[in-house]
């Protein structure tokens, strides 16, 4: 009998590990179960969160395109605006040239200049002649590079109206009764707008003052050697203003 009662206690002990052995491996399967699901969905919130990123990514390289193309454009907007703005002060200016009623003295060369220094306009360079003992400044006409020191604005290729063209200039010795003079802002180079500017004030004054197509060559002349400089193609200016001049010629004709 208590070999039976101990067989007895021995198999229920035994029973009891095999049902525990089998509830916790159930519970842990259930739980291994359970961690898949998480690491799969864990999985995919990481590929959509990866996915979202590269859309914002490309979402922020358009944007930063779309921007630069709208600075761009911005800068190209200004730029004409302030050309525009340049041209009809040149415009203004020399029709106000044009229709002056005053009488003409007799002209037969245009002297072109350079200032020697990096700024200036009208105003300065009246302050800066007239400390040299000048009754005001010696040039008809000055083009601006758009940095000026006398407070007034003033544009790149800007052309500004000096001493009156009626009055002889003081701006080359031996040559002032017979010329006008036209100064350059600038050291050793000038802008595009000035270049563009002084051929077009060129053929303005051949015109105004019956100097032919063929005598533009040695009738527009430089100050001397190194005035206006290297940094100014004169030689192909002159041969430019020939061309509107004698082009205008023609239509008339």
Request: proline share 3%; net charge neutral; glycine share 8%.
């Amino acid at each position: 009998m208590k070999r039976f009662l101990d067989w007895l206690l021995a198999a229920t002990a035994v029973g009891c590990v095999l049902f525990l052995g089998y509830m916790f491996r159930g519970r842990l399967q259930h739980e291994a179960g359970r961690y898949a699901l998480l690491q799969n969905a864990h999985a995919e919130q990481a590929q959509t969160l990866s996915e979202r990123e590269e859309e914002i990514s490309k979402l922020h390289v358009r944007l930063t395109r779309t921007q630069e193309n709208f600075d761009l454009m911005s800068d190209q907007a200004n730029q004409m605006f302030h050309r525009l703005l340049a041209m009809n002060k040149q415009t203004a200016a020399l029709e106000r040239e044009i229709i002056r009623l005053q009488p003409l003295r007799e002209v037969d060369r245009i002297v072109v200049h350079h200032t020697a220094s990096e700024h200036g306009d009208v105003s300065d360079i009246d302050r800066w002649h007239r400390e040299r003992g000048f009754d005001s400044i010696g040039y008809h006409y000055v083009i601006t590079n758009g940095v000026s020191h006398s407070g007034e604005p003033c544009l790149d290729g800007e052309i500004q109206i000096g001493r009156p063209e009626d009055v002889v200039g003081a701006h080359a010795r031996g040559r002032n009764a017979c010329s006008i003079g036209v100064s350059m802002v600038g050291g050793d180079s000038f802008t595009k707008p000035q270049v563009e500017s002084l051929t077009v004030l060129l053929a303005h004054l051949c015109r105004r003052h019956g100097i032919a197509a063929d005598k533009i060559a040695w009738a527009v002349e430089p100050h001397h050697t190194n005035c206006p400089g290297t940094g100014c193609p004169l030689k192909a200016i002159k041969a430019k203003v020939t061309e509107l001049v004698r082009g205008l010629n023609d239509r008339e004709h």
